[in-house]
C-alpha cells in the first residue's frame, strides 16, 4: 500500500470560508473516473482551447450551493473568469489563489473585485514580500528568518469541483495556465478525477492552506485519495541539503528496474518535462542509476542545462530537446513542451508488483519549485497511463530544436563521459572500454544558448589520439570510442561554446590488463626419497605479470593461493606445509604497491610412506589472479614411491 498521510477530516475556517465536509463515501454505483485531454498546437501552430473549454464547461455546470477552488501561477483569460464569476453569481461558492506576480493584471484585479479579497487570494498579500502563498524563503533548506530574493513561485495550476457533470467531487490537475497567447500554443496535458473524496479534500484543503499564507518552511503533506491508487505531493518541503528529500527523486527511488514494459522487460520510464536544470542533481543521480540498473529511459524535454543533457547523453540515455520557432515574429508563437509528466511501467518497490505509473501535475525540475508552492500527482492506472504514453509518441514524433541564439552567453558548456564496462575496485579493466562522450551548451529557448562551437577530446599514454568535434545536432555531440590498448590510458575532453565560454578539461582514466600472471616454481620431476617423515621443499612457487620491468602498467597480483591434496586417507594439514612471502627483492624501479604478500609461496611436503600400500601423490595446484581480475592456473605432482625401486609409483 501507498504510504498515506490524510488531511484532517474537520471544517477549517479560513478568512470566512470553510472547507466542505467529505461527500458520502462513494459506493460500488459511483466509482472513481478518470479522463485525459491533451493540448496540441499542431505544427502552425494552432491555439487549442480544448483544456480550457473543458475547464469551462465543468464550471458552468457547478450547482447553486456547489464550490469551486482553483489556484494558477499565470491568469490573464477573460473566459475563465467570466465563468467563475457566473458561478459566484448563482449561488456557488468560488475560492482561489494566484501567483503573487499577477496582482497588476487586469483580469486578476476585476476577478478579486468580483469574488472578493476573503475568496480570491493574491499571494504575497498584502505587502507582496513573496509571490508565493505558503513557501517562504528562498533556500528553506535550514531554518532562517526569510529572506526576499529569488522569490518562491505559487507555481500550482489546478481546479476542484464539489459537484459537476452529473459527479460528486472532481478534481481538474492540468499543466497549463490560463494566459494566452503562449500557453495555447503550447504542449500541455490535464487530467480528470472524479469520485476520489479524500483526494478532493486533500485538494481543497491545499487552497485554503494557500488562501491563509501562513508562511511554512514545510507544509508537505502527503495524500492518497480513497483507494490508493491517487496520490498528491504538495510543496513547500524542508530540505536538509538540495541532494536530500527530493520529491522527484524519491519517487525515483521506488522504482524497481527487474520487471516492466521495455523491449528487454525491464522498467521503462518516458519524461515530458519543460524544465530540467543541474541544480537538481539529485534527480539526475536517481536517473543515472536506474539507466545502469536496466530501466529504459527517454527523455523530452524543452529547457535543460548542458550539465543535464550531457551526462544524460553520455549514459545512452535519449534526449530529445524540443522547441519550434515557426513564426515566432508573432509574440509568443512557438511550441514549446509545458507539460511535466513522467509515466513509469515498471516494478514498484512499494507494492512489489509492477504498476502503470503517471505522475502530472505542474512541478518542473529545478530548484526553485522545492521551495515554491507547487504539485505532483502520482496516478496508478492504466489507461491513464496509455493514454499519456500516446501523447508522448505524439510529441516525440514531432520532435524539432530550432533555438534562438542570443547576443551574450556566459553560462559554460559542459562536457561528460561514461565508460562500459566499470573498472573493477582496483580500478583495472581486463577487456576493451567503449567510451560514449557528449557535450552540451543546454537547451535553453528563447536566446539563452549560443551552442556547442568545439568538443575536444584527447588521449594520451597507452593509446594516443586527438580530435575536435565542431558544431551541434539537436543541442548535443556525442562520440563513441574504445580503448583497447594495454596499460593507462588518459583521456581529456572539454567543451566550448559559440561565445567562446570553455569549461575547464575533465579526465577519465582507463587502465586495462589483458594478460594473465605466470606461475613459475612447480616442478615436474617432484619424487621424495627416502620416506623417513622428515619435510622437504618441493616447489618455489612465484606468480607474476609477464611484462618488462619498464612498463608500469602492470596491474600487478592480488592473490596467490596454493592447495595440496593427496590420495592417502592419512595423509593431513600436518603433512603439508605452505609459507607465503613477498618476492624479495622488489624490482625498484616498479611501484610498491604491486608487491603485496602471498605472491611467492614455499611448499613443503612430509616425506612418508602411504598407509594403503601403494604410492603417495601430493597433488599441488597454485592460482593467481591480477588487479585486474585475469586468472592463471598451474599444477603438478610429487611421489612418494612403496619401495626404492619406484613400486606402486
Known sequence: MFVTRAVLAVAVAVLGAAVPAAATEPDGSSPIRYRTFFQDPGSGPTPDFSLE????????DVPEGGQITFTFRDFNRSTIADALIAAQRRGVA???????????????????AALGSDRFVICGSPSFEFSSCIANTLNPFVSRPPVTTGKSLQHNKFMTFSRADGRDV????PSENWLSPQQYNYYNDMVEISGDHELYRAYVQYVFDLKGQVRSDNRYVVTSGDDGRNTMFPSPRLQPSLDEDDTIADRLREVDCSEGGSA???????????QFDASRRAILRELLELDEAGCQIEHIVTNADGEVIARLVSAGIPVYPFYQRAAATVSGRRIIVHDKFWLVDAKSKLTGRRMKTAYVGTSNWRTDEQYSDDMLLRIVDDDVYDAYTSYWEL????RISNQDRPATDTVLPSSALTATPRPNPTGWNRSDVTLRLAASDGHAPPGNASGLKRFHIQTSGAQVSSEDILGEDDGYRVRESTVSAEGTTTISHFAEDGMGNTESPHSYVVRIDKTPPAITGLRDDCELWPPNHKFRDVADVIATDPVAEANLSVSGIAELVVTVSSNDPAADDGDIRITYRPV???????????????????????????????????D????ATDKAGNSTTASATCIVPHSNAGGNR
Open 170 to 173: 472532481v478534481v481538474l490537475q
Open 620 to 623: 599441488i595446484e597454485a592460482r
Open 395 to 398: 510529441i516525440k514524433s514531432r
Open 94 to 112: 468560488v475560492d482561489g489563489v494566484v501567483d503573487g506576480q499577477e496582482r497588476t493584471g487586469a483580469v486578476v484585479q476585476r476577478l478579486q
Open 53 to 60: 473549454n473543458r475547464a469551462i464547461a465543468l464550471i458552468n
Open 264 to 274: 528487454a522487460g525491464r522498467g521503462l520510464i518516458r519524461i515530458g518535462n519543460m
Open 584 to 618: 624479495e627483492p622488489a624490482p625498484t624501479a616498479w611501484p610498491a604497491d604491486l608487491f603485496t604478500s602471498g605472491r611467492a609461496a614455499t611448499v613443503a611436503l612430509r616425506a612418508a610412506k602411504a598407509s594403503t600400500g601403494a604410492a603417495r601423490f601430493y
